[in-house]
Protein backbone atom coordinates (compact mmCIF):
# COMPACT_ATOMS: atom_id res chain seq x y z
CA UNK A 1 0.00 0.00 0.00
CA UNK A 2 0.95 3.67 0.05
CA UNK A 3 1.22 4.06 3.47
CA UNK A 4 1.79 2.57 6.86
CA UNK A 5 -1.94 0.72 7.47
CA UNK A 6 -2.97 -0.01 11.36
CA UNK A 7 -5.63 -2.11 12.64
CA UNK A 8 -8.02 -2.11 14.55
CA UNK A 9 -7.72 2.01 14.30
CA UNK A 10 -10.34 2.10 18.33
CA UNK A 11 -9.83 -0.98 20.26
CA UNK A 12 -11.72 -0.97 23.53
CA UNK A 13 -10.75 -3.88 26.04
CA UNK A 14 -12.49 -4.86 29.15
CA UNK A 15 -9.54 -4.80 31.77
CA UNK A 16 -7.82 -8.16 32.03
CA UNK A 17 -7.99 -8.77 27.88
CA UNK A 18 -6.17 -9.24 25.62
CA UNK A 19 -5.26 -7.63 22.35
CA UNK A 20 -3.92 -7.58 19.67
CA UNK A 21 -2.99 -4.42 17.34
CA UNK A 22 -1.74 -4.99 13.54
CA UNK A 23 0.74 -3.14 11.68
CA UNK A 24 0.98 -3.38 7.60
CA UNK A 25 4.63 -1.29 6.42
CA UNK A 26 5.27 0.34 3.05
CA UNK A 27 6.37 -2.05 0.94
CA UNK A 28 9.88 -2.47 1.39
CA UNK A 29 10.97 -1.49 4.36
CA UNK A 30 13.56 -3.20 6.52
CA UNK A 31 13.05 -0.93 9.56
CA UNK A 32 9.78 -1.19 11.53
CA UNK A 33 8.97 0.67 14.92
CA UNK A 34 6.09 0.85 17.32
CA UNK A 35 5.86 3.82 20.03
CA UNK A 36 2.84 4.59 22.83
CA UNK A 37 1.70 7.79 22.65
CA UNK A 38 -0.44 9.01 25.85
CA UNK A 39 -2.76 11.78 25.77
CA UNK A 40 -1.02 15.31 25.68
CA UNK A 41 2.71 13.57 25.24
CA UNK A 42 4.91 12.94 22.39
CA UNK A 43 5.15 9.11 21.24
CA UNK A 44 7.48 6.99 23.44
CA UNK A 45 9.44 4.29 21.97
CA UNK A 46 8.31 0.27 22.60
CA UNK A 47 10.01 -1.53 20.20
CA UNK A 48 12.16 -2.04 16.56
CA UNK A 49 12.62 -4.65 13.62
CA UNK A 50 15.17 -4.99 11.25
CA UNK A 51 13.14 -7.45 9.33
CA UNK A 52 12.31 -10.19 11.11
CA UNK A 53 14.39 -9.62 13.83
CA UNK A 54 13.51 -7.56 16.74
CA UNK A 55 16.68 -5.67 17.81
CA UNK A 56 15.67 -3.44 20.86
CA UNK A 57 12.57 -4.28 22.62
CA UNK A 58 14.04 -1.86 25.79
CA UNK A 59 10.98 0.20 25.63
CA UNK A 60 8.35 -2.38 26.12
CA UNK A 61 6.86 -1.48 29.85
CA UNK A 62 6.15 -5.14 30.71
CA UNK A 63 6.44 -8.75 29.45
CA UNK A 64 2.41 -8.06 28.88
CA UNK A 65 3.92 -6.79 26.05
CA UNK A 66 4.80 -8.53 22.96
CA UNK A 67 5.26 -7.74 19.48
CA UNK A 68 6.50 -9.99 16.50
CA UNK A 69 7.20 -9.87 12.83
CA UNK A 70 8.24 -13.09 11.50
CA UNK A 71 8.25 -13.00 7.71
CA UNK A 72 9.90 -9.22 8.10
CA UNK A 73 6.34 -7.24 6.78
CA UNK A 74 3.34 -7.56 8.67
CA UNK A 75 3.68 -6.81 12.63
CA UNK A 76 1.72 -7.46 15.69
CA UNK A 77 1.52 -5.88 18.88
CA UNK A 78 -0.03 -8.07 21.73
CA UNK A 79 -0.52 -7.45 25.16
CA UNK A 80 -1.88 -9.41 27.78
CA UNK A 81 -4.37 -9.04 30.49
CA UNK A 82 -4.72 -5.31 29.55
CA UNK A 83 -4.55 -2.87 32.64
CA UNK A 84 -5.71 0.82 32.33
CA UNK A 85 -2.58 2.29 32.55
CA UNK A 86 -2.55 0.91 28.79
CA UNK A 87 -4.66 3.15 27.50
CA UNK A 88 -3.34 5.22 24.53
CA UNK A 89 -2.65 5.81 20.83
CA UNK A 90 -0.16 3.16 19.76
CA UNK A 91 1.93 3.73 16.83
CA UNK A 92 3.65 1.76 14.30
CA UNK A 93 6.03 3.76 11.71
CA UNK A 94 8.08 1.98 8.82
CA UNK A 95 11.31 3.14 7.05
CA UNK A 96 12.89 1.95 4.27
CA UNK A 97 16.46 1.23 6.01
CA UNK A 98 17.70 1.90 9.54
CA UNK A 99 18.13 6.01 9.59
CA UNK A 100 16.24 7.44 6.85
CA UNK A 101 12.68 8.61 7.69
CA UNK A 102 10.32 7.24 9.54
CA UNK A 103 6.73 7.64 8.07
CA UNK A 104 3.64 6.64 10.36
CA UNK A 105 0.80 4.55 10.33
CA UNK A 106 -3.12 5.80 11.54
CA UNK A 107 -2.20 4.51 14.75
CA UNK A 108 -4.28 2.49 17.03
CA UNK A 109 -6.26 4.00 20.17
CA UNK A 110 -6.41 1.40 22.82
CA UNK A 111 -9.14 1.88 25.75
CA UNK A 112 -9.00 0.22 28.34
CA UNK A 113 -12.35 -0.04 30.69
CA UNK B 1 18.47 10.00 29.84
CA UNK B 2 18.04 11.60 26.77
CA UNK B 3 15.80 14.82 26.93
CA UNK B 4 13.81 16.65 23.76
CA UNK B 5 12.26 20.06 24.79
CA UNK B 6 9.66 21.94 22.78
CA UNK B 7 8.53 25.74 22.97
CA UNK B 8 6.13 26.95 23.39
CA UNK B 9 3.91 24.55 24.11
CA UNK B 10 1.01 25.81 22.66
CA UNK B 11 0.80 29.10 20.33
CA UNK B 12 -2.46 30.50 18.75
CA UNK B 13 -1.81 33.07 16.15
CA UNK B 14 -3.89 34.49 12.73
CA UNK B 15 -3.77 33.74 9.27
CA UNK B 16 -0.79 35.19 7.47
CA UNK B 17 1.88 35.59 10.57
CA UNK B 18 5.07 34.02 11.03
CA UNK B 19 5.91 31.38 13.51
CA UNK B 20 9.12 30.09 15.16
CA UNK B 21 8.77 26.48 16.98
CA UNK B 22 11.63 25.80 19.07
CA UNK B 23 13.47 22.25 19.70
CA UNK B 24 16.28 21.54 22.02
CA UNK B 25 17.89 18.86 23.12
CA UNK B 26 20.43 16.59 25.17
CA UNK B 27 20.97 13.44 24.26
CA UNK B 28 24.22 10.80 23.81
CA UNK B 29 25.65 10.45 20.01
CA UNK B 30 23.40 12.91 18.56
CA UNK B 31 22.13 10.95 14.83
CA UNK B 32 19.80 13.33 13.16
CA UNK B 33 16.90 15.46 14.38
CA UNK B 34 13.09 15.28 13.03
CA UNK B 35 10.08 17.14 12.99
CA UNK B 36 6.58 15.48 12.39
CA UNK B 37 3.00 16.81 12.03
CA UNK B 38 0.30 15.74 13.98
CA UNK B 39 -3.64 16.27 12.85
CA UNK B 40 -5.57 13.52 14.54
CA UNK B 41 -3.13 10.63 15.19
CA UNK B 42 -1.01 9.82 12.22
CA UNK B 43 2.61 11.76 12.71
CA UNK B 44 3.54 13.12 9.13
CA UNK B 45 7.14 13.57 8.37
CA UNK B 46 8.25 17.04 7.60
CA UNK B 47 12.44 17.57 7.73
CA UNK B 48 15.33 15.16 8.90
CA UNK B 49 18.15 17.50 10.08
CA UNK B 50 21.56 15.78 10.58
CA UNK B 51 24.00 18.51 9.91
CA UNK B 52 24.18 22.34 11.35
CA UNK B 53 23.68 25.38 9.45
CA UNK B 54 22.05 23.65 6.20
CA UNK B 55 18.43 25.32 5.85
CA UNK B 56 16.21 22.64 4.95
CA UNK B 57 13.57 24.43 3.15
CA UNK B 58 9.43 22.83 1.91
CA UNK B 59 7.15 25.93 0.28
CA UNK B 60 6.28 27.88 3.11
CA UNK B 61 7.79 25.79 5.79
CA UNK B 62 11.59 25.59 6.95
CA UNK B 63 13.61 24.12 9.75
CA UNK B 64 17.68 24.47 10.48
CA UNK B 65 19.86 22.75 12.92
CA UNK B 66 22.36 24.14 15.76
CA UNK B 67 24.19 21.00 16.83
CA UNK B 68 26.81 23.44 18.56
CA UNK B 69 24.15 25.07 20.52
CA UNK B 70 21.76 22.03 20.73
CA UNK B 71 18.50 23.27 19.02
CA UNK B 72 16.27 23.33 16.15
CA UNK B 73 14.13 25.69 14.80
CA UNK B 74 10.91 25.34 12.24
CA UNK B 75 9.29 28.12 10.78
CA UNK B 76 6.40 28.87 8.89
CA UNK B 77 5.61 31.41 7.02
CA UNK B 78 2.13 33.49 5.89
CA UNK B 79 0.22 30.47 8.22
CA UNK B 80 -2.62 29.04 6.91
CA UNK B 81 -5.56 27.84 9.41
CA UNK B 82 -4.88 24.02 7.26
CA UNK B 83 -1.45 24.31 9.36
CA UNK B 84 -2.97 24.00 12.69
CA UNK B 85 -1.98 21.07 14.27
CA UNK B 86 0.89 19.37 17.11
CA UNK B 87 3.81 19.72 15.70
CA UNK B 88 6.68 17.02 17.47
CA UNK B 89 10.52 17.41 17.47
CA UNK B 90 12.11 13.98 17.45
CA UNK B 91 15.88 13.20 17.58
CA UNK B 92 17.94 9.69 17.24
CA UNK B 93 20.05 8.96 19.30
CA UNK B 94 22.84 6.71 20.54
CA UNK B 95 24.23 6.83 16.87
CA UNK B 96 21.31 5.97 14.98
CA UNK B 97 17.36 6.81 14.35
CA UNK B 98 15.70 3.95 15.30
CA UNK B 99 14.64 4.64 18.98
CA UNK B 100 13.82 8.53 18.70
CA UNK B 101 13.18 10.59 21.65
CA UNK B 102 10.36 12.65 21.28
CA UNK B 103 9.20 16.31 22.53
CA UNK B 104 5.90 16.64 24.00
CA UNK B 105 4.91 19.12 21.21
CA UNK B 106 4.03 22.65 19.76
CA UNK B 107 -0.05 22.98 19.35
CA UNK B 108 -0.17 25.63 16.90
CA UNK B 109 -3.90 27.14 16.18
CA UNK B 110 -4.79 29.58 13.55
CA UNK B 111 -7.09 31.60 13.15
CA UNK B 112 -8.84 32.91 9.93
Known amino acids: GAGVSQSPRYKVAKRGQDVALRCDPI?????LFWYQQALGQGPEFLTY????????KSGLPSDRFFAERPEGSVSTLKIQRTQQEDSAVYLCASSLLLDTEAFFGQGTRLTVV | EDKVVQSPLSLVVHEGDTVTLNCSYE??????LLWYKQEKKAPTFLFML????IEKKSGRLSSILDKKELFSILNITATQTGDSAVYLCAVGSGGSNYKLTFGKGTLLTVNP
Open chain 2, 27 to 32: VTNFRS
Open chain 2, 50 to 53: TSSG
Open chain 1, 27 to 31: SGHVS
Open chain 1, 49 to 56: FQNEAQLD
